[in-house]
């Protein structure tokens, strides 16, 4: 009498018995499933896991088996606790189904290599058998698919919709005027799982009680059921066009940009807008500059050559898979999707670790997605993080920003003792100012550049004459009066006459503005030939350079030859940079090696 077969969960979720005894191998055998098996099923199907009801419908066939006499069937063994079902993933169960078939004397089957040793070294008949693969075959999913089709959105009791058209015009449209029922729905999603096992490209991302993402080859699909969701439902997207990043606005400034050193660049827009495919024509234009480019995905969609290797969590954490990269050394990350702020501090950690970074972020405009660092990533930081923002609407470059940094009087101030660190975001195009971030006590400020601001009020002209009248009395040569606001003005004299106007210790200015009942800036109108070297002050709580000739002025500070800051020179003929700032520390540091400190007028865009 042959022996009675115990098989174990693994070759019940897959369907190997159903499939051995239509094949006629286990015709009239004594099928023994122990209680621990029927116990880890039905706990994986209350918790929503389709392996759960995979395995639950393998034992329904079974059943269906036996009663037409191609086998027998029984049930036997202790049923686990609920203690040792949690204890399933170390072993328990596995234990548990090993000792009835020891009980009985009975041949072992099994799909799980761990579960197959074990049994071979406890002395049990076993009998390995691997998953079969059949042919792939269309899914029924599928047939809701066209060109120019970008997502499809099933769910139980409503009508089968789907996106279609190009990027950034896409409109919902109606599939059926049937809607769709929940069997059709489970049969649906049992036949994705199955293809996700038997296809070389496809594994399930992500599984959670009541959802699961499961990527077939560039098809991303999730299936949400109860609680997570009020009814089953399937949503399946796949891209709609792959775009040589060639055919993109700005592609040689780009080009040029990305390979001239590593960057950090944000691809920004609304959903939809074709961000994705953006970064994957990045991603391979680098890799055919001879970089070495890895990406950093959940889910891992990025449609990209098999030479860039798509990495995901690490044992669910994109942190662990950033200490990977870094060990790995990549010249370029592509980091899609960025929302979190764990997301934005793994991207800015590998940028200053020296990555190339180029993350994917949501944003309705440019500079949302600098705003959305704001907070994650320290004030200073950013431009080190993030130098260039790449907007995308309806599948075009639509902006490019610059991000610098620069210490300067911000935009709308006049008070040249309010400089301070201001990052200036810039049109790539033009060069433009557009923004400028900047702390405001506590406060950061993101401040639109207003050009509105320098609109002349009809007050100013009658204002302008009365500050021209007074400076004749200590002017003698051409100058120029300029407002900026009801309140403040700027006046232009030759580089001999500031002084004057200034008075020692700033009194004659003082004695003005007192006149006038106005702030007045004194700024020169002839521009140093060379670079100058400035009388430096160091203070308890400053580091002043001291340029009175160049009072009112914008000028950028060299150290060691090499450009540092560009600043505006107080009325009082100084530049004030906190010690405790890390520029100051930087500028100290460098001076005690012998370099010295320089200036020199900036250039007016």
Known sequence: MAQPLVPDTSVVIDGRVSAKIKAGELQGRRIVVPEAVVAELEAQANHGRDIGLRGLEELRKL???AK????ELEYVGIRPNLDQIKLAGG???????????LELGASFLTSDQVQSRVAEAMGLDVEYVRPQREAIKPLSLEKYFTEDTLSVHLKESAVPMAKRGKVGDFSLVRLSERPLSERELRDMSREIFERAK????????????????????????AIAKPPFSDGLEITAVRPVAKVNFDAYRHNVELKARLKESQRGILIAGPPGSGKS??????????LGCNYVVKTLESPRDLQVPPEITQYGPLEGSMEAS?????????????YDEVRKTRDFQVFADMRLAGVGMIGVVHANKPVDALQRLLGRVDLGMIPQVVDTVVFIEKGEVTKVLDVEFVVKVPNGMVEADLARPVIV???????????????YGEEIVVMPVSKESKKPSPSWKLASREIEKELSHHVRGPFQVEMLTDSSAVIHVPQDEAARVIGKAGKNIDQIEKNLGLHIDVRTKDE???????????TSKHLIIWLEELAGESVEVFVGGEPVFTATVGRRGDIRVAKSSEMAKRIIKRMKKGERIEVQKAEQE
């Open 63 to 65: 059943s269906e088996l």
């Open 68 to 71: 037409s006499g191609k086998i």
């Open 91 to 101: 072993g328990e169960i596995d234990a548990m189904i090993r000792d009835v078939a």
């Open 198 to 221: 038997a296809d070389p490209e496809g594994y399930v991302e992500m599984e959670k009680i009541g959802a699961t993402i499961i990527q077939l080859g560039p098809m991303r699909i």
């Open 277 to 286: 495919t953006f970064a994957a024509g990045v991603a391979e234009y680098l």
């Open 322 to 334: 950033a200490d990977i990269l870094l060990l790995v050394r990549p010249d370029y990350t592509i």
């Open 425 to 439: 975001v810039k049109d790539f195009e033009t060069g433009t100012a557009e923004y400028e971030m900047y702390t």
């Open 528 to 538: 140093p030939a060379s670079l100058a070297e400035p009388r430096i002050e160091d």
